[in-house]
């Protein structure tokens, strides 16, 4: 294997390049820096993987997430490549075996974090090893301008240090103009070649429907959409909500969310992905490495906290050129109360300070000190004894980590999860001998929804708290139930592990961020307001409003998105929407959804003319809320 396709042939089993995934790769074998701008779904990875395997030496991937790292390693191994990740998972001894196997055993691609690197025992590591390359996932979170910056990308640079004749390539879907000179200045890669493919996709439509009926109108477009979808919700009690409204509706859809263990993930993914339930409803916890050719439609039932995340989101649909569709179903209720959560969870430099505080109490931390251990901790317990909102603590904790002061690393345990494996006869039975059990049983069955078809991630410390008895007795009641085969139960003592990455200092070590803080709220809004802007802009054409975002500037209207059929439909003569909506009631009485369903004008149009016909009296309405004509 000699060439670039006959790489991409053996591993890949593509037959071809996708444009410019040639190019850029013919580029860094011959050793040049490349920033790599591609959209969701341009296939970025590909752009390194295939040259590393063609260079001599180990390709160094940095990417910000566990899970994502975990997604692409898993990948390569499948492809028989292979591939080692350091994550915090790794004992020293672990990490030493991992880099004699990279050294001596034919590895080809070590993923780390950025935080990572930081050890000094593992850049020592590095820089005894021979590196061809080194690829930089989600370059934007270099710049402060990025949509999800992260100061801990800022120390990349000395990657360079360690290695200094290894090429670097920085990889990104979505980054401003001012992103590009950032990721260029930070890097030190300034005489870098850009390669950028357009955001222009002319088989997706965007589409934002204001409309106060959510499901009504979800309904409307599901009928008319044989493939798979993607839906985008709030949060993991709405993905339940709307899941359960599909499935009593005869949709075939399924759920995901963050929450969930990973047995009901890839279960929710296999049956989306074989088509067994094409429609999947999720928070954007669903993203990393979704790559399903046949989504025909990705809507948004929430406002996404950036277009950045917008674009992103939308491009999981029409992968395989067909026409596809983005739609946003949104109302001013829905605006407001985005705009007030943003507010009310955003927290101060002093709810951070007082977080902090309590993190340091809570295990015992003296001012100087900077223990070395892990540490068991679960957010709901740590919010109940402080008495701290949950969201607003777990924004705090995540800026913590951004900032590297701690780490919390969310996937290094399990949770605790329980399914009823009793049919609902059999467990009330069993509750009318044993009333002791009574009040837990019955707490759980209000507290966790389809817990009697599949595994659900319980909290027992909250479950103690509700009923008013110790975790102790609650974890001791589960195991037993657990031995009696009334449910399976898994106990996991801690959600996650938390470290101090920095010496207990108090306010001076929230005073050093506080600039940092300041600037990545401000700019977390200022992103959330122009999603808001783009929502409500009636005026301009969809693709030319995203395309301008990212510094590209076209003329032409798309002719498709809601506002392009809007001044179109506002063409029509009134007078034959009237005699439309006039010959269908002429043959049954019809509700305004029916209507809008059989006549392809938007809601807006329809209304006004059924308003027209109803003070024309020329149309009456039923007591089933229908409409029908005037005899």
Not at 47 to 69: D, H, K, M, R, T
Not at 533 to 544: E, G, V
Request: hydrophobic share 40%; charged share 25%; aromatic share 10%.
């Amino acid at each position: 294997m000699n060439t670039p396709l006959e790489i991409l042939k053996t591993h890949w089993n593509y037959n071809q390049f996708r444009a410019p995934q040639e190019e850029i790769i013919n580029a860094i074998i011959r050793s040049e820096d490349c920033i790599v701008l591609l959209p969701t779904g341009g296939g970025k990875s590909i752009c390194y993987q295939v040259p590393a395997l063609l260079l001599e030496g180990v390709c160094i991937v940095i990417s910000p997430l566990i899970a994502l790292i975990k997604d692409q390693v898993n990948s390569l191994l499948e492809k028989n490549i292979k591939a080692i990740a350091l994550t915090s998972q790794l004992n020293q001894e672990e990490i030493i075996i991992a880099f004699d196997n990279l050294q001596f055993g034919g590895f080809k691609f070590l993923y780390l974090s950025p935080e990572k690197l930081q050890s000094k025992f593992i850049q020592d590591k590095i820089r005894q090893l021979k590196v061809s390359l080194i690829a930089i996932d989600e370059a934007h979170c270099i710049s402060e301008w990025g949509h999800d910056f992260r100061p801990s990308y800022l120390k990349l640079p000395v990657l360079k240090e360690l290695q200094p004749n290894a090429n670097i390539v920085a990889l990104t879907a979505t980054a401003t103009e001012r992103v590009i000179v950032d990721i260029r200045e930070n890097l030190k890669i300034e005489d870098a070649t850009l390669f950028k493919k357009s955001f222009q996709r002319n088989n997706l439509t965007y589409q934002v429907i204001f409309t106060e009926n959510f499901y009504g109108k979800l309904i409307q477009i599901l009928q008319k959409i044989n493939d798979s979808v993607i839906i985008y919700t709030n949060n993991r009690k709405q993905t339940k909500e709307v899941n359960h409204f599909l499935n009593k509706n005869n949709f075939k859809s399924t759920f995901y969310h963050g929450g969930l263990s990973i047995n009901d993930k890839n279960e929710a993914y296999n049956y989306w992905i074989t088509d067994e339930k094409p429609i999947m409803v999720a928070t954007n916890a669903f993203g990393m490495g979704i790559d399903k050719s046949n989504v025909r439609a990705v809507i948004h039932l929430n406002i996404p906290n950036s277009l950045e995340n917008y674009i992103q989101e939308a491009g999981r649909a029409g992968r395989d050129g067909k026409e596809s569709f983005s739609l946003i179903l949104i109302n001013e209720a829905t605006i407001y109360d985005t705009q007030e959560r943003f507010k009310t969870t955003t927290p101060s430099l002093k709810f951070i300070k007082k977080v902090y505080s309590n993190l340091n109490q809570f295990y015992k931390v003296t001012l100087g000190e900077q223990p070395l251990e892990l540490f068991n901790f679960s957010l709901q317990e740590f919010c109940a004894i402080y008495k701290l909102n949950i969201l607003k603590t777990y924004n705090c904790i995540k800026i913590l980590e951004r900032e590297n002061i701690i780490l919390l690393d969310e996937n290094y345990t399990k949770k605790s999860v329980l399914k009823f494996i009793v049919s609902n006869r059999n467990l009330f039975n069993y509750l009318e001998n044993n009333p002791s059990k009574n009040n837990l049983i019955k707490l759980i069955l209000r507290s966790y929804g389809g817990i009697f078809e599949h595994f659900t991630i319980i909290d027992e410390h909250k479950l103690s708290k509700k009923i008013g008895i110790e975790k102790s007795e609650v974890i001791s009641t589960l195991k037993n139930l657990n031995d009696l085969g009334i449910v399976n139960y898994t106990f996991e003592n801690s959600n996650s592990k938390l470290s101090f990455l920095v010496i207990r200092e108090d306010d001076y070590t929230i005073n050093s961020i506080s600039k940092n803080v300041e600037t990545q709220h401000q700019l977390k809004y200022e992103k959330l307001m122009a999603t808001i802007s783009f929502i409500r802009n009636k005026t301009a054409c969809r693709n030319i409003q995203l395309l301008s975002y990212f510094n590209e500037y076209i003329t032409e209207n798309c002719g498709k998105c809601d506002v392009c059929k809007s001044k179109n439909k506002s063409s029509e003569s009134t007078p034959q929407i009237l005699n439309q909506i006039l010959m269908l009631l002429a043959e049954q009485h019809l509700s305004s959804q029916e209507l809008s369903v059989l006549l392809k004008y938007n809601e807006k149009q329809l209304l006004n003319s059924i308003k027209i016909l109803l003070e024309k009296n020329k149309i009456a309405i039923t007591s089933q809320n229908k409409f029908k004509l005037r005899l």
